[in-house]
């Protein structure tokens, strides 16, 4: 029997950068975790694609997902909902290979009561001057929303209490490293290699 | 004031090669651990040099250091003590600085008592087989030394519950690339880095 997979989250604080390094991660060919990828209501931002950033759902078709219980975590966040299709994690998972959601605070918060073996992974700002700067920069949102999500990202700063690593996004192959790194040590923790080895070397 | 460096300990059974990845470790740019030398009245074998492989000392000798409590661990394996200084590991952890020690089952034991919060590497043989194949190979022991070795062997594997990580030495190189990747990562891990996190962004 195949052992399960880990189940790594990713998240942090809106605008620090989560999506950045999630491609630059999949871009990477020694990466061997596999993307879920999210569902949500919001607008496609320049550049992002159905299927492959996100799965751009319309707010009936969302909800009519989570009263069949089709979602893994969802959260709705300024104005739009965010969501995880559960099938696919518990499939890959169970095939023995690695997921890797990329999600906001609060879906993560639904993931650790659901899954609290998950590898959560705090992605953290150098600076909240330099994470405005990021969301203005951006250029999608209007001065009020920039101010909402400072807010917000103060409050979600808070929430690192609850994951088991945090990841500083000073450079994006810095934070890369850091994230595949958490996950080659996560595969060696002795809980996951004592039963299975002790019983390959016939020492039991 | 500096964060305490880190304590990591590699062990494991005899013969399974933690003198042959310490090397490698340390000859490598990129890690930026520094290496306590242990110290032992064991021969030198071929090519060990006093003060880099070991330090190399007479039973009196160590005896007496024994007494003069100047040894964080000390253990007699196979008719030979085996120890580490004290006086280097403390002033390089608090200096802020990882320290590497690289010793024997029983010394790793009385290590944890000491130091729980230290970084617990286990370094496990593919098989037994192969341990004995490296252990024969050697050529320094006599066939009763290896007969004892590898009863040895059977019971330390049995030590790895009190371990944090397992890293099996399939390849010298693989066994290398674990390790540095539990070292970032444990440098990641939330209850390190939160306090300071938080008080850096003025997030308190």
């Known amino acids: 029997m195949k052992e399960r997979g880990l189940l790594i989250v990713l998240s942090g604080p809106s605008g620090v950068g989560k999506g950045t390094v999630r491609k630059e991660l999949f871009s ?34 969302f909800e009519s997902l989570i009263k069949q219980n089709k979602l893994l975590e969802w959260a709705e966040y300024v104005g739009n909902y965010y969501g995880t299709p559960v099938d696919y994690v518990e499939k890959t998972l169970s095939e023995g290979k690695d997921v890797f959601l990329e999600i906001e605070v609060q879906g993560a918060m639904q993931v650790k009561k659901a899954f609290p073996e998950g590898l959560f992974i705090f992605l953290a700002p150098p600076s909240l001057q330099e994470l405005e700067d990021r969301i203005v920069n ?61 019983k390959m070397v016939g020492v039991e």
Do not use: W
């Open 138 to 198: 951006r250029g999608t949102e209007s001065k009020q929303l920039v101010e909402n999500r400072m807010n917000k990202a103060r409050d979600e700063i808070f929430l690192m209490n609850a994951y088991d690593y945090v990841v500083i996004n000073d450079e994006i192959s810095n934070a890369c490293d850091k994230i595949k790194a958490i996950v080659v040590a996560e595969h060696c923790r002795r809980e996951r290699v004592e039963a299975s080895y002790k």
């Open 28 to 61: 990477q060919e020694d990466t061997n975790f596999h993307y879920s990828i999210s569902m949500t209501t919001r607008t496609p931002r320049e550049g992002e694609v159905d299927g492959i950033d996100y799965f751009f759902k319309s707010r009936d078709q």
